[in-house]
């Protein structure tokens, strides 16, 4: 039986991101091992994940890289500080850089949230280059650009959050909420976004029926 590629990322998010670290966080403590080292070891599991992929695709995507910087700092803090909260904050790192990625691209010519929805589709195939020729109208562009601030901004959210989070709650709740809370804020913003989409595609197509029927010439008495 095959495995889709959806089924398979599922599968990848499960093991590498939330039950790896977690079971081996709580079997390390289990054993008497300390709160620091237990979090360091736990965090190999989602490096190794981005690896997996990384290899699978022959290629390094940035929000990897963002994400296995992110854990690199935290494992030297945290272990030159031997302080648990240093190592839970790694989390934040790839998630606020991205959330200012986001709002920085938007002074450049095209936002970021655009080259992941062309990269999504391929540059090169006629879906593609059809998309991109879509960057001539001003609505589409304008809907490009509200989707990376509010991208830009849920994510910057997200990293002040697990901030707080990791600064008032037990390790163990900061751990759990730092591995199921990316997952739900990119659900979310997945959803609104297929939401917004649709939105903006029946708006595009109500202008244009507006505009095609104000083109037709009105019947003349004699006709």
């Known amino acids: 039986m095959r495995v889709g590629p959806g089924l398979r990322s599922a599968a ?20 008497g091992r300390g709160t620091v080292t237990s ?3 736990s965090g190999v599991f989602p490096a190794l994940g981005i690896a997996i992929g990384i290899i699978a695709h022959r290629r390094a995507d940035a929000i990897g890289i963002l994400v296995l910087a992110g854990i690199a700092v935290g494992t030297v803090l945290g272990l030159i500080a031997h302080n648990a909260r240093l190592v839970l ?13 986001c709002l920085g691209s938007l002074w450049r010519r095209r936002p970021l949230m655009f080259h992941f929805a062309l ?19 001003e609505g589409f562009r304008r809907a490009f650009r509200n989707l990376t601030v509010v991208w830009g901004l849920a994510y910057l959210l997200e990293a002040a959050a697990r901030i707080v989070i990791v600064e008032r709650t037990s390790t163990g709740v900061a751990l ?28 595009g ?19």
């Open 89 to 101: 904050l790694e989390g934040s790192v790839p998630t606020g850089v991205f959330g200012l990625i």
């Open 119 to 137: 990269e999504f589709m391929g540059p090169d195939t006629p879906k593609g280059r059809e998309f991109d020729g879509l960057w001539q109208y």
């Open 205 to 223: 197509e109500r202008l244009a029926a507006t505009m095609a029927t104000s083109e037709v010439p009105s019947a003349g008495p004699d006709d």
């Open 176 to 203: 759990v909420v730092s591995k199921v809370m990316p997952l739900a804020v990119t659900a979310v913003l997945a959803l609104w976004t297929v939401a917004y989409s649709k939105y903006q595609k029946r708006k």
């Open 39 to 41: 979090l360091v070891v």
């Open 12 to 31: 990848m998010i499960a093991i590498f991101d939330i039950g790896g670290p977690l079971v081996t966080y709580a079997v390390l403590r289990s054993a």
